[in-house]
């Protein structure tokens, strides 16, 4: 039996499967990730700057203007499409098999694909809030906004409710995805290399009895798992959940 068969039919016994993903779970729709081609570390930038300096809290309050010219160029994918994988896993989730989605995405792509139990790790480009009065806005109003994005309430800076280099991730958030790969019998990994902290310790948490991981690269954790598919996770998915 071949490996991705046998993980079907892990996925159809499961009672409580949890999907664990990152930025490669985006990029067969358009959006690039960290350190492939079109990715942040990979494409230079006018600023000269790396990007953990540009999106960084710090950053964005003293030099606004170039925050925000770098964040709608390189952050924002307003017209990206859920693809198969999104589609899969909110089928999944449909049919009562996926009990939580842990994303380290900020694209909003999975619930765009119909998913509910979504745990965003890192926030959403979806939701911004005024820094003085917290009054919230969507995309729009950053898309819309020539320069810096005010509120139109107050006049301050409304920034995105984004997880930013130099911040902490919600508690509330990370404490949920804790409890939910706790109490998981399959572990599912894809679209990461496991390798941003403390975001990759979540799968210490998983006590289970299936660990799988779809990445096209390495990751840390590989040596642990039952299965390792170096496939794509948009191709691999469609076929686990066909």
């Not at 690269?217 to 496939?231: F, K, L, S």
């Amino acid at each position: 039996m071949s490996a991705l068969s046998e993980i079907k039919r892990i996925i159809e016994e499961a009672e409580s499967i949890v999907f664990f993903g990152g930025a490669g779970v985006s990029t067969d729709s358009g959006i690039p990730d960290f350190r492939g081609n079109g990715g942040l570390y990979i494409d230079t930038d006018e600023l000269d700057e790396e990007p953990e300096t540009i999106l960084s809290a710090a950053y964005l309050y003293r030099h606004p203007h170039r925050f925000f010219r770098y964040y709608r160029n390189r952050m924002l994918y307003p017209h990206a499409e859920p693809n198969e994988a999104h589609f899969a896993l909110a089928k999944l989730e449909k049919e009562g098999k996926l009990t939580a989605l842990v994303t380290q995405n900020i694209d909003g792509l999975h619930q765009a694909a119909g998913s509910v139990n979504v745990i965003e790790l890192h926030g959403s480009v979806h939701t911004n809030f005024c820094i003085r009065c917290g009054k919230q806005y969507g995309l729009e109003h950053v898309l819309e906004s020539d320069d810096i994005p005010r509120c139109a309430a107050c006049g301050a800076l409304v920034r995105p409710d984004v997880v930013l280099y130099g911040e902490s991730l919600n508690n509330e958030a990370f404490s949920r995805a804790a409890e939910a790969i706790y109490n998981a019998d399959v572990l599912l990994v894809g679209g990461t290399s496991l390798t941003v902290h403390p975001a990759a310790s979540l799968v210490d948490e998983f006590v289970g009895e299936h660990l799988i991981i779809i990445n096209k690269t390495p990751t840390p954790y590989d040596e642990y798992a039952e299965y390792v598919i170096r496939e794509s996770i948009s191709e691999v998915m469609e076929e686990l959940v066909d």
